[in-house]
């Protein structure tokens, strides 16, 4: 018998990749400009880490940040009008793919960046004694970032209560994590003496049991936690990446561990059929209100900017 939990986990998941195959055809079909970082594949770790989450908890997100939007926010409207650039969008339609924000929800571009404002966030809910708490999406290759472990030594000296959601794919653009970290990953957080824990990102109730056993501890103690997510993104970096750095063989391999299809065989034909129509229809929806949105006013780009 499939669970409640299954059910809500799928369709969370089930939207996300979606949406992303949906902006993939979108802009095979001229209809939008510059780039994407599509998550296809890393649907896991956004579903199972924010179903962990309590009512006014906050996120930080990264460059490859639709699917931690989608998980927290449920709102695929906003979202796809503020990629085509429309005044619906979560933006006005000025933040783009990358740079995202909704109640309790904040993305930019720079790599590590937002761990570094998470942080910052966090002691501010703690001197606030809100009892809420961040967590901050990054990539393995964030972890060679200075901000990062700079933001992490001052999360376990001052005690911020925020979990670092590691999402390990491998690859930092093109570059192997073998290339670019020395050493274990997570040996960073044992150097803070953060408690910290690798998990594997092919099931989603995995993640999910590990998040919330990472958020109950961060909450408790108002401490810093990391979660190494070992996780692969089928698609390229960005959507015109020909995946040159690594073999078809290897892609192969991860696709049998594709969490969608994992969580997918546990649910009976019918239910995941309604499931899958519900997402296909929210996410047509999503493009046709889009469409008829206006795009943003140039005499109005600046408003909003500055304060009087």
């Not at 960005?238 to 696709?255: G, H, V």
Request: glycine share 12%.
């Amino acid at each position: 018998m499939t669970s409640d939990r299954e059910l809500t986990l799928y369709e969370r998941m089930f939207l996300i990749r979606c949406f992303e195959e949906r902006i993939g055809d979108l802009f095979a079909q001229g209809e939008l400009f510059g780039t994407t970082h599509p998550c296809i594949g890393q649907e896991a770790t956004a579903v199972g880490v924010t179903a962990a989450l309590e009512p006014g908890d906050i996120v930080t997100s990264t460059h490859r940040g639709h699917g931690h939007f989608l998980a927290f926010t449920n709102d695929p409207d906003g979202l796809m009008a503020e990629i085509m650039g429309k005044i619906t969008g979560v933006c006005a339609g000025r933040g783009g793919s990358q740079h995202l924000h909704s109640e309790g929800f904040y993305a930019n571009g720079i790599t590590g960046g937002m761990t570094a404002v998470g942080t910052g966030m966090a002691l501010a809910e703690k001197r606030k004694r809100s009892g809420k708490i961040v967590v901050s999406f990054l990539g393995d290759g964030a972890m060679a970032q200075g901000v990062v472990l700079e933001g992490m030594n001052m999360a376990a000296l001052w005690g911020a209560p925020i979990l670092y959601a590691v999402e390990n794919n491998l690859y930092a653009m093109s570059t192997h994590v073998r290339a670019a970290l020395a050493g274990r990953l997570l040996a960073r957080a044992d150097a803070c003496d953060i408690p910290c824990e690798q998990v594997a990102a092919d099931d989603v109730l995995t993640v999910y049991d590990a998040a919330r056993k990472a958020c109950r501890q961060v909450r408790d103690d108002a401490r810093p936690y990391l979660l190494e997510l070992l996780t692969y993104r089928f698609a390229g970096h960005s959507i015109n990446d020909p995946r040159a750095y690594r073999t078809r063989e290897e892609e192969a391999e991860w696709l049998e561990r594709d969490p969608l299809a994992a969580l997918a065989g546990r649910i009976d034909d019918e239910r995941r059929s309604q499931i899958e129509g519900r997402c296909r229809g929210r996410i047509e929806r999503a493009v046709a209100r889009a469409h008829r949105a206006p795009t943003q006013n140039p005499g109005d780009i600046g408003s909003g900017l500055w304060q009087s």
